[in-house]
Nanobody, 124 residues
């Protein structure tokens, strides 16, 4: 069992930036893709970004392309999400996940371990 712990969420004004981190309990994640998802109140959990096991390829939802950057440091078992030019519609709980295979996309079924989430609130 892999435990994932997200951090870095908080309250920020529109146009601001946040950097999320996700640390895995053990080195299971380094051979698998990882991803970020988010869930706004009353909405389904949606894909944000994914990254292959060696740091590529990276894939983004259209809504965050050009504003968010996903990266990973396998030596530290840590996944990151740099979020710039934040908008109020980016508000939600952000979850990191470990993929079933070295590469994964936007389908939640491609991921097997999930963190508890970190709240991001963007005020307009």
């Amino acid at each position: 069992q892999v435990q994932l712990v997200e951090s870095g969420g908080g309250l920020v004004q529109a146009g601001g930036s946040l950097r999320l981190s996700c640390t895995a309990s053990r080195r299971t994640s380094s051979n698998n893709a990882m991803g970020w998802f988010r869930q706004a109140p009353g909405k389904e959990r949606e894909f944000v970004a994914s990254i292959g096991w060696r740091g590529s390829p990276t894939t983004y939802a259209d809504s965050v392309k050009g504003r968010f950057t996903i990266s990973r440091d396998n030596a530290k078992d840590t996944l990151y999400l740099q979020m710039d030019s934040l908008k109020s519609e980016d508000t939600g709980v952000y979850y990191c996940a470990v993929g079933l295979r070295p590469y994964a996309g936007s389908d939640k079924d491609q991921y097997r371990y999930w963190g508890q989430g970190t709240q991001v609130t963007v005020s307009s």
